[in-house]
């Protein structure tokens, strides 16, 4: 049986100087980035963990913790990424790139697992949306916290896309529940895609589904005030839903689960943020 | 009624007439909701009245809804609609009735397939 | 080839040159013993023939001179304590939570009493009285005649305890009883009610393991001090009547003890054999040569210390200075009870049930 | 010092720790005034976040200086001698406690570490453990730490003893304990002491006596008692058994909502019988499950016992609490990946915006797992924050691949190497539907198929499969004799949902057939139906049946049964009269220690209109022997055989394979992977009435099933023939990819 003392990382415990250190940490780091930059995501996941290991808590050893969920995710070890950036902003609560880790989170959920007809350009959105909703908390925890972030825009843009497949999501559960004759969910669910997506697409289709489900269940009067905001009058008493946009998509799209939504954003994601790093920068140099 | 059998369906609230009969005019929303209990249909749009609704369609086809509206004027009922017995036929019963019946069918399936959820014989009080 | 260190290795032993003594067993008998299980099983000695019992139900009594078997009968119960001897009777304590008393001279049994729980303690008698334990902490006082129930005391037990009752003492009109809590307590031998109360050893430490302040051994009275031991660590002589504390001292047994030598005689929970003034406490010597062998309670006969290991040695120590002059062995199961002295024999009962004894040839 | 307004804020002393994590612990901030309070309060911040060993607040001119010793982080952390406790799981809640490498060092977590060891060693029943630690401080403030741990023996349970015990013998009572005494069992565990384990078999054993009638039935004491040398542990449990006691009446007060004679027909206490607690625990748990099932799913059912001590008789009261009725909001579905919400959400018996009914979801729960392309459902309900009275329910459904390539690899000597491949996919493009294209190609058979299921043609699950094959073959069908055979047909069939668990099966198909015969080398049995028949056939049929599935799964059912028994009839019209009728059963029941017996029973039948030449076309007769039928034979070669030596087949076949089904200790059991030891009993014959008990051949072995993730359901059986007769065809191992379903 093995019992020769387990031997530790190669560890020289000679005393050594915080410049020496942090040369040394910075070459290691320089190791690991050029992997990244050259999409070798296994071997640079392990030398930012060598890194963060043997040089715990250094500026340097941040910085690589950052680039090793950006690696992650690309790699898509979403659960891995998704845990790494937890640990990051519960450990670093200030630290500068917070928006960038929060920005990371919503891309991990954003391509999770990519799905077999979205490998045929249709983004169906007839299937499994939860990590789709929790992309949507992400992007907007991160437009919330960081209104000036330089990832703004581009969540937006995604946020948007988000919405509005999971508006046509709860639609098609609303379709669903008219044809089955449970009328009361139907509207119920309709109620719910108004009022927590407003602006999507699926709202307008909602609120037709609404007005059939109460015809038939013989609620008359909801059924009056849905066809009323339909036309555009606001109701007494309720605010003008903003309906977004009227038009649906084609019959074969639909029934691939697509829908015609803005087309799917480019997928490759932005790469750490290289300028405000050291890296580039020569170890020695005095810290910013 | 058919031979093909259709999944039941039920909506809305259970509406029981032993309830009904405890509103009185002027109970807070509070009072109302602990009687009658959350109105599942209200209507989204008029913040002002609350619709009870049940509604329940048999699998053998034939189906039954009530409808009970009660109106507030700041916060307290003010006017009830649909409270008393539309007619003779007692339109909460069916309910209650079909709901029973329709138990004890679905009980006795159940049985022969998979028994009622087995549980561990919990210490007498305890919630399931 | 794991390396890793074992935890109280059992001291091996070394052989002795020139014994200063060669024992002699006279002769043996075997009765019943209690296997692997613990038990508070032991000899007997009387004037009149030494009574012994076993976890098989049987219970003999042998004569002292040759080991003949005078009686033997079977009580169909599980004996765990006793025999001890009270005027005529003979008392031991069963597992199926009974005391049975037996006719001293054919061992027909007399009575059967009832207890709460295990009488692992071994039952005593005095004056018409019967003192019995039950192992939930209750202390039964019974009519020596039929065995009714005349008071019982009651004391809640830690949630971990040793297994195994120290003996109830008679000393005067009181009895005096170590608890599992660590107190020793004497209660009035016609009424049961308490009289004093003295903690030998106070519970201590945070795991229930650190807290175990059992007294397991058998209490000893001296000529004017009364001498109890506890696993809890300590060894205290007491006034047998007022309970007050002569002296302390810091060694933890779970042994009974002896006197001899003007000592008093312990072995300790970790195999080390101590002697100690009886005056004063102060350790004359202690002898470690005999590290984590499981030793039996200490005797002194013919002016030696003995004490038995768990392989079945005998160990013959010094009594100036505790080094070992000789070693016997009777079979190879562990010695557990304490061997007693009659006359000019020493009687060792072992797990097993093999009762030797044991004599001194005069030293040359 | 005197308080002052704050210019600066400086740190000194900070190694690792960047001056902005220093700051955000800080409640100070450049302008506060620091007095005695504020720079408590900051001391107490700085000390809570944990990062230092030693804060100072000392002021140099207006600027605070905080002076900071940072705790050393841990460069080496190791811990052996753990053999018993730990592994991976120690080693990871040390990580989440802080002590891993790369952490910050903090001395009182080391004792509280060592405390927990100890803990946990004494709880698994190992009570002679010694543990020390050792920190070596290293350069540039590290430290590295060592655990050493010596387990000694393990403390064993010598005797547990029940004393008091009149009414049932002390052996009978310790089978309700799960703690045992050490027996020779060499790996035994359970004669570790556990203290939940020990209170667990307490309440097991007074409830054994409650079960039993002895309603005051209490254990007084118990004690447990380590021998000197801490190896050995004594339990003693002391029992007062009390009264027997009958039960006088049953009584259900309280808002019962249902009428009370309907719920007393769920009681089983009855009157004079003997009290039981299991019993009147049983009765209570029905009334919840049927309040429950009318959406009061918070009722609580208590069986409050009222005791008439002389007469010793409890009348029990079923109080009834239904608590508030409740309503499902949402469904919610998760880790379905591509399946369509809605195929999940039509298979729901429980619908949203209604009264909640916990029997609905589970039998839910349970059609969600015969989806052929689901492995496991598991549900969650939860109350909706701020409301009293609403739930949502959310399924988590865990994928099986639901794409199988299914091919046979098999080898007979007259049909050569036989492959038959097919593309199954049970959930194409996420709807549910049920795609498959079969080919099936050997020397002596070519057979195309396509078919295409959709379970839900209607709401209602009305299915309607629609299929199309063409089946042409050489010489000879498999085995039996000599003629080809091209048979082109289309049939769609229909399955109407009757019940819950009851569907009526309809349908038509029409056939287009012709015969070959060679004048050697065919049979005089075909020879014969083709000199009555002719060669070209067309026939029309009406398909028809009923079918009752109460199986908990489709793959690797462990509860419940499956009866089909369906008719082909050819309609008048036809070139050829004949019907062919098979009734197929599957039942599972669980037996105890996690087995299960399962019965496959096959009994099908093919037969004419009576009267005049049989007009039972050869190609449909049926066979029996391989894998799915009886397994020890092979493929197909029992039954009669026709002049030329080949098996004919026969116009009955009764088969039966009985398993008995072993629970195996890993994890994909009665998942993904299932074996048995089976015992098969069948036989083919020429004509019904041909029917002869010990024709029957059987055979007994073993067989493992797998679910592979890309090629369906795989069957291996060994087995040994029992009474096969001389000319029989034998074979031991059998293997199939794939089966249908």
Known sequence: CSNEKKKGP????????????????????????????????????????DLSKRYPFTEIATQGEIERIYALYRNSDSDRALSAADKFMREHPRNGHIDYVLYLKGLTEFYRDPSFSSMLGVQSYLGDVSADSRAFDNFSMLIQRFPDSRYRSDARERMVYLRNKIALHEVGVVRFYVKRGAYIAAAKRAEQVIAQYPGAPATFEALELMESAYRRAGLNEQADDAARLLAGQPNPGAAVLDLGGTEKAPWWKRLLGGSDNADVPDSTAVPPPEGTTPAAADPAAPQP | CQILYRLPTRQGNVI???????????????????????????????????????????PRGQSTSRTVSLYFADNKLSRMEGVQQASTEDLSAPDMQAIQTDFKKEANDSRTAAPPVDRQTPIPGGTP | CSDKKKVREPTPLADISNPAVRPHTVWTASTGGSGKYYSELRAGVEIDAIYTAGLDGRVAAYSLDKGKRLWSVNTKSRVAAGPSVSNDLVLVGTLDAEVIALKRTDGSEVWRAKLSSEALGPPVGEGG?????????????LDASNGQRLWNFDRSVPELVLRGISKPLISGTSVIVGMENGRAIALGLTDGEPRWEQAISVPAGRTVLDRLVDIDGDMIEGDDCLYVASFGGEVVCLSPTSGEVGWRRGVKSYNSLALGGGKVLVSDESGVVWALDQTSGAAAWKQEGLLYRRLSPPAYFGGYVVVGDFEGYLHWLDPSDGKIVARTRVGSDPIITQPMVGGDLLYVLNRDGKLAAISLPQKK | FTPFTI????????????????????????????????????????????????????????????VVKERPAISGFKIEGNDKIGGDELKKSLADAGMAEGELFKRDLLSEVQQELQRQYFANGYYDVQIDTEVKQEPNNRVNIEIQVTEGKATKIKEINIVGNQAFSKDELLKAFQLKKTNWMPFQKTDKYSKQQLGGDLEALSSYYQDRGYLKANISSVQVQLSPDKRDLYITANIEEGQVYTIKSNRISGDTILQTDFLERLLSTKSGEIFSRKLATESADRIEAALSDIGYAFAEVTPLPEVDEEKREVALNYVVRPGKRTYVRRINFAGHGDTHDETLRREMRQLEAAPFSKSAVERSRVRLTRLPFVEEAEVDTQPVPGTDDLVDVSFK???????????????????GFLVSGSLTHTNFLGTGNRVSFEVNNSQISRVFNVSWTDPYF????????????????????????????????????????????????AGFGIEETSLEAYSSGTSDEVLQFMRDNGSRFSTYQFRTGIARDTRNKTFFATRGSLNQFFVDASLPGSDLGFYSATYRSEL????????????????GMVDDYGGGPSEVPPYEYL????????RGYNDGRLGPRDSLGFALGGQLRTTMQNELIIPLPIESDQKSTRMSLFYDIGQVYLRPSDFDVNELRTAAGVGFQWFTPFLGLLQMSYAFPLNDKPGDNTRGFQITFGSGF
């Open chain 1, 10 to 49: 190669a560890f020289d415990t000679s005393e050594k100087s915080e410049a020496q250190l942090k040369a040394e940490a910075a070459a290691l780091y320089r190791l690991a980035r050029k992997d990244l930059d050259s999409s070798q995501w296994q071997s640079a996941i392990a030398y930012y963990e």
């Open chain 4, 458 to 505: 209607t709401n209602d699950g009305i299915s309607q499969t629609a299929s199309v094959f063409y089946r042409k073959s050489e010489s000879v069908i498999r085995y039996s004799s000599g003629f080809n055979s091209n048979i082109v047909g289309f049939n769609l069939t229909y399955g109407i949902p009757l019940s819950e668990y009851t569907s009526l099966r």
């Open chain 3, 129 to 141: 009285i019967v003192v019995a334990r039950s192992i939930d902490g209750r202390v039964f006082g």
């Open chain 4, 397 to 415: 459904v865990k994928e099986r691949a639901p794409g199988s390539v299914q091919f046979g690899v098999g080898y007979s000597g007259s049909a």
């Open chain 4, 588 to 603: 599972y029941v669980p037996l105890p220690f996690k087995f299960i017996f399962s019965a496959n029973t096959n009994i």
């Open chain 2, 16 to 58: 029981d007439q032993r309830d009904l009969n405890k509103l009185q005019i002027g109970m807070t929303r509070e009072q109302v909701k602990f009687v009658m209990g959350t109105p599942v249909a209200a209507n989204p749009f008029r913040d002002e009245r609350w619709d009870y609704f049940g509604y329940y369609k048999s």
């Open chain 4, 623 to 630: 066979f029996a022997g391989g894998p799915r039928t009886v």
């Open chain 4, 7 to 66: 210019k600066d804020i400086k740190a000194q002393g900070l190694q690792r720790l960047e001056i902005g994590t220093v700051l955000t612990y800080l409640p100070l901030a450049v302008g506060d005034q620091l007095n005695e309070q504020t720079s408590r309060a900051a001391m107490r911040a700085l000390y809570g976040s944990g990062l230092f060993d030693d804060v100072r607040l000392e002021r140099d001119g207006d600027t605070l200086m905080i």
